[in-house]
Structures are given as structure tokens and as C-alpha cells.
T-cell receptor, first 114, second 115 residues
Framework: DVKVTQSSRYLVKRTGEKVFLECVQD?????MFWYRQDPGLGLRLIYF???????EKGDIPEGYSVSREKKERFSLILESASTNQTSMYLC?????????????FGDGTRLSIL | AQSVTQPDIHITVSEGASLELRCNYS??????LFWYVQSPGQGLQLLLK??????LVQGIKGFEAEFKRSQSSFNLRKPSVHWSDAAEYFC?????????????FGKGTTLSVSS
């Protein structure tokens, strides 16, 4: 089975802190994604990466950056955390080639910014 | 613009009753279509997917979905709901032949199961 592991299930940080959310997948997937999930808004794409050191902005990249130095690891960085970034963050991965490749998700990190 | 609409925010079904969750999409060509389920506090789990062939697809946990091109729909069904099916369900669409791009998700439908 595909395993996507997010480093923390719950995280509490303070405003202004630099926050790192880590995601690791074990299936040699080329694509990796970061979403945030808020009630009534569904999943919104923050950033995705289709290869090492490559990244693409999603729908809501403001206030976030990402890093992909190794194929299996994709990090989301909140440069200066703010209370409106309190949310559930979901990481996903998928193969890049081939028809109908689904995304596989981690269990999420519930982040609270105080 | 590409989009996915799940018209029902919340549905309540009696245990043992049948279920249909609606999904409509807007897309320029035949897309890949997916249904995911999210239990409380968990990530999303793939239920089923469609990308070609038979328009009725079977998934895990007894779910099925039917792709109707003329209606731009991909509704999820289950003949008899169990209490453990209570969760949030997401429909998603992906581009055909454009690997390496992200899926577009609907806003989700929350399913409650009454006894």
C-alpha cells in the first residue's frame, strides 16, 4: 500500500513563527501536493511539485512556500504564521505518467496558530 | 473554467437505506473522475475512479458510481448504507492526458447515518 506520512497530526504555533510541515511518501511518486481544508471550502491547493526542486503555485500560495530537495519529501513552510492559517493541512502524492493516476493522501496535520 | 459541484452539503440516510451522492463537473473534454471518502480526523481515501471504458465503476466498501457524459455527472451510489459510512465524501476531476497536474475537488458532502 502507498504510504504518505505527515510528520505531525496536531501542531500549535504562535503568530510570527516560521512553521515547517513535513510530508514523506514511500512509492517513488513524482507528484506531491499540499492542500488546506477548511469547513465549507473543501480542499484548496496551495502548491504542488512534479519533480525534485520543481514547484507550481496552486490556488492559494500566499503566505506559504515549499521545498522539495528529495523525491520522497515535500515540505510546506509558513514563513510568518498568522491566525488565518489555522487549518487542516493535507499532503498527497501521485505518479506523473499513465492514465487516471489517483492522489494518495496522508492523515493530515491540524495546525493551530495562536 | 474547470469545476466540480457537489450540490448537497449534508445528507442524512437511515441505516440500510440506499444512498446517492451527486457530482457534476465542468470540463472541456472527458476527464478522469474520482470519489474519495474522509472519516473524521483522517486523510482522504480513494473509493473509486473512472477514466475510460465501462461507465459504471465499482469501488471499495460496496460503492459504485456511474459516469453520464450527457449530464456531466458522476454520482456515487450504495444500495444499503451502514453506520460506518458516515463521513465526508469528495468528488474530484483530473485532466485527461495531462499528467503532473492537480485534481480539482468539490466542496464535499457530509453523510450522516441514522439508526
Amino acid at each position: 500500500d502507498v504510504k504518505v506520512t505527515q510528520s505531525s497530526r496536531y501542531l500549535v504555533k504562535r503568530t510570527g513563527e516560521k512553521v515547517f510541515l513535513e510530508c514523506v511518501q514511500d512509492m517513488d511518486h513524482e507528484n506531491m501536493f499540499w492542500y488546506r481544508q477548511d469547513p465549507g471550502l473543501g480542499l484548496r491547493l496551495i502548491y504542488f511539485s512534479y519533480d525534485v526542486k520543481m514547484k507550481e503555485k496552486g490556488d492559494i500560495p500566499e503566505g506559504y512556500s515549499v521545498s522539495r530537495e528529495k523525491k520522497e519529501r515535500f515540505s510546506l513552510i509558513l514563513e510568518s504564521a498568522s491566525t488565518n492559517q489555522t487549518s487542516m493541512y493535507l499532503c498527497a502524492s501521485s505518479f506523473r505518467q499513465g492514465a487516471g493516476q489517483p492522489q494518495h493522501f496522508g492523515d493530515g496535520t491540524r495546525l493551530s496558530i495562536l | 473554467a474547470q469545476s466540480v459541484t457537489q450540490p448537497d452539503i449534508h445528507i442524512t440516510v437511515s441505516e440500510g437505506a440506499s444512498l446517492e451522492l451527486r457530482c457534476n463537473y465542468s470540463y472541456g473534454a472527458t476527464p478522469y473522475l474520482f470519489w474519495y471518502v474522509q472519516s473524521p480526523g483522517q486523510g482522504l481515501q480513494l473509493l473509486l475512479k473512472y477514466f475510460s471504458g465501462d461507465t459504471l465503476v465499482q469501488g471499495i466498501k460496496g460503492f459504485e458510481a456511474e459516469f453520464k457524459r450527457s449530464q456531466s455527472s458522476f454520482n456515487l451510489r450504495k444500495p444499503s448504507v451502514h453506520w460506518s459510512d458516515a463521513a465526508e465524501y469528495f468528488c474530484a476531476v483530473g485532466p485527461q492526458g495531462q499528467a503532473g497536474t492537480a485534481l480539482i475537488f468539490g466542496k464535499g458532502t457530509t453523510l450522516s447515518v441514522s439508526s
